[in-house]
């Protein structure tokens, strides 16, 4: 099993309508969730990223996050033409510590 | 973010042939990354470019078939060498920077490259 999963679609939608893309995933370590737009011919840009649970905003753009579920959405509002895109889903883990190792220097 | 410029852009070769991508980004970065996306796929890590010291690379890589070099904290380059067919793909530089409090990836426009 993919630790991420992606609908590769391809996705066809009329102007004006609200898209909804979703990623799943496996991996409970992780913790920061990013959505990246590649338009054709481009490099990936960061379009939205965030840490926690719930849902954040941006203008038409919406990223939610459902960590019980393990899936993200991202959803367009009033898709424009200039939406056109392929949109990826990205995502990290947290830190991890080791134990830690206790100095001390003797004078 | 940081600005990030490869070079070439695309390039179509010949099978046996060895091709230098160069990445140069606008400001000093510790690690620089380089990607594979061949169509229909998402990004594969190739390796991570380590600024004195040798690239780490990720399962499936070896460093005979993409050397890299990293002689500074703004350029990197990554070879495709005794390329084939299968080496078509779009490879991207990357480098890690804060969007707000959070450490993500900014990429360069990627190097679509075509092996005959």
């Known amino acids: 099993q993919k630790e991420v999963e992606q609908d590769p679609g391809p996705l066809s939608v009329p102007e004006g309508a609200i898209v909804s893309l979703n990623c799943t995933y496996s991996?409970?370590?992780?913790?920061?969730f990013m959505w990246y737009r590649q338009y054709s011919r481009k490099g990936p840009e960061l379009l939205m990223y965030?840490?926690?649970?719930g849902n954040k905003e941006d203008g038409r753009f919406t990223a939610q996050v459902d960590k019980s579920s393990k899936y993200i959405s991202l959803f367009i509002r009033d898709s424009q033409p200039s939406d056109s895109a392929t949109y990826l889903c990205?995502?990290?883990?947290?830190?991890?510590f080791g134990t830690g190792t206790s100095l001390t220097v003797i004078p | 973010s940081a600005v990030i410029s490869q070079k070439p852009s695309r390039d179509i070769c010949q099978r046996g042939t060895s091709l230098t991508i160069q990445c140069q980004v606008d400001?000093?970065?510790?690690?620089m990354f380089w990607y594979r996306q061949q169509p229909g796929q998402s990004l594969t890590l190739i390796a991570t470019a380590n600024q004195g010291s040798e690239a780490t690379y990720e399962s499936g890589f070896v460093i005979d078939k993409f050397p890299i070099s990293r002689p500074n904290l703004t350029f990197s380059t990554l070879t495709v060498s005794n390329m084939s067919p299968e080496d078509s793909s779009i490879y991207l530089c990357?480098?890690?920077?804060?969007?707000?409090?959070?450490?993500?990836?900014?990429f360069g426009p990627g190097t679509r490259l075509l092996v005959l």
């Open positions: 965030t840490y926690s649970s």
């Open positions: 990357s480098v890690e920077g804060l969007a707000g409090l959070q450490e993500t990836q900014y």
């Open positions: 400001s000093q970065v510790t690690m």
């Open positions: 991996n409970s370590a992780f913790q920061y």
């Open positions: 990205a995502m990290r883990a947290q830190f991890y």
